[in-house]
């Protein structure tokens, strides 16, 4: 466990070097060689934490592909009280088994989350919406899988 400390925190400094230089392109370099797990320990610590107390973090370290629609941090802060088995369903339902880059969400489609629940898709000339949340346009690609930004919660 100390080594896998040991490495995230050099990747961490790697990452914040790279993003002071101001290349996104290498810090995603950086991002492409971490797994989903490791990417929201140093990005995003809420839903990490969230993660960890839903008990999907050996689903998200596997070799995947997962596509996370991930609410924003405020969101998830809220979410902090759930159960354990309330707060899996949640963010299971955040979760696509597969990749998925923004062109691959196809107008009118409806897609299974890992919670078995279904999302619906619509497009927009300049943005998609996931049930009605905008996702963002700077996707992080990780080693098994991709995190996009929502602008908020799914309804589940």
């Given at each position: 466990m100390r080594g896998l400390h040991h490495r995230l925190y050099?990747?961490?400094t790697v990452l914040a070097l790279l993003l002071a230089l101001g290349s996104?392109?290498?810090?995603?370099?950086?991002a492409a060689r971490m797994n989903m797990i490791e990417y929201m320990v140093q990005e995003r610590p809420v839903l990490a934490n969230l993660i960890t107390k839903a008990g999907l973090t050996p689903i998200l370290s596997d070799a995947g592909?997962?596509?996370i629609l991930a609410p924003p941090e405020a969101e998830l802060k809220k979410l902090k009280d759930l159960p354990a088995v309330r707060l899996r369903a949640v963010l299971s339902g955040h979760i696509?088994?597969?990749l998925?880059?923004?062109?691959d969400f196809k107008d009118g489609a409806t897609i299974q989350t890992l919670a078995h629940t279904n999302i619906r898709v619509?497009?927009?000339k300049d943005y998609t919406?996931?049930?009605g949340m905008q996702i963002g346009h700077e996707p992080v690609e990780v080693k098994n899988g991709i995190l996009?930004?929502?602008?908020?919660?799914l309804n589940l």
């Open positions: 050099i990747e961490f996104p392109a290498q810090a995603q370099d950086v592909p997962y596509t696509l088994q597969g998925y880059q923004e062109k619509c497009r927009k919406l996931i049930d996009h930004s929502l602008s908020g919660k």
